[in-house]
């Protein structure tokens, strides 16, 4: 009697131990792969920090060549607006406009009031740099807020797979 009742509790205390060997095996794989979950989200972050540090890099210049150019253009403007103003001036008398021949209707002036000439085209290169930097003004913002919301989720996920680890080691 007492040894089937040893021999009962010796059977128990092996599958109990077979149990707890296969429970071991089980959460040091569920480690192993937390752990290689963690390094993968690190070298996620790493090569995304990376990415937009060299992105930054790039917006930063964009807008700063941008910025000058929007510069050099309105100094450009400024400088032919004051030479026409003044060759108008000059001009206007120095010339006696020759008499219209007959198969016209009206005096040819040219075609500078339809295409703005220079000073439409410098005026429209103007308005695209100030639109090429509105445009990555809000690209940068928006690369930076993708970038946080990435960062602060992968935090997220790491801590919580670390303290999945020290749960399952204990």
Same mark, same amino acid.
């Given at each position: 009697?007492?040894?089937k009742e040893k021999t009962a509790g010796v059977e128990s205390l092996s599958a109990r131990k077979d149990e707890l060997q296969a429970s071991i095996a089980k959460l040091t794989e569920d480690i192993a792969e937390l752990t290689?979950?963690?390094?993968?989200?690190?070298?996620?972050?790493?090569?995304?920090?990376?990415?937009?540090?060299?992105?930054?890099?790039?917006?930063?210049?964009?807008?700063?060549?941008?910025?000058?150019?929007?510069?050099?253009?309105?100094?450009?403007?400024?400088?032919?607006?004051?030479?026409?103003?003044?060759?108008?001036?000059?001009? $206007?008398?120095?010339?006696?406009?020759?008499?219209?021949?007959?198969?016209?209707? $009206?005096?040819?002036?040219?075609?500078?009031?339809?295409?703005?000439?220079?000073?439409?085209?410098? #005026?429209?290169?103007?308005?695209?740099?100030?639109?090429?930097?509105?445009?990555?003004?809000?690209?940068?913002? $928006?690369?930076?807020?993708?970038?946080?919301?990435?960062?602060?989720? $992968?935090?997220?996920?790491?801590?919580?797979?670390?303290?999945?680890? #020290?749960?399952?080691?204990?």
């Amino acid at each position: 009697q007492t040894r089937k009742e040893k021999t009962a509790g010796v059977e128990s205390l092996s599958a109990r131990k077979d149990e707890l060997q296969a429970s071991i095996a089980k959460l040091t794989e569920d480690i192993a792969e937390l752990t290689q979950a963690i390094a993968d989200l690190n070298a996620a972050v790493a090569k995304a920090t990376e990415l937009r540090n060299a992105e930054k890099a790039k917006n930063t210049e964009t807008i700063a060549d941008a910025k000058e150019a929007q510069t050099a253009v309105a100094q450009a403007l400024a400088v032919l607006k004051e030479f026409y103003a003044k060759a108008a001036e000059a001009t $206007s008398f120095a010339q006696q406009q020759p008499a219209i021949p007959e198969v016209f209707d $009206s005096e040819y002036k040219g075609m500078q009031t339809n295409n703005g000439g220079v000073v439409g085209m410098l #005026e429209v290169i103007e308005s695209d740099f100030a639109r090429l930097e509105a445009d990555t003004k809000a690209a940068e913002s $928006s690369a930076q807020r993708e970038y946080d919301e990435f960062k602060a989720d $992968s935090t997220t996920d790491k801590n919580k797979k670390a303290t999945d680890i #020290e749960h399952k080691t204990a």
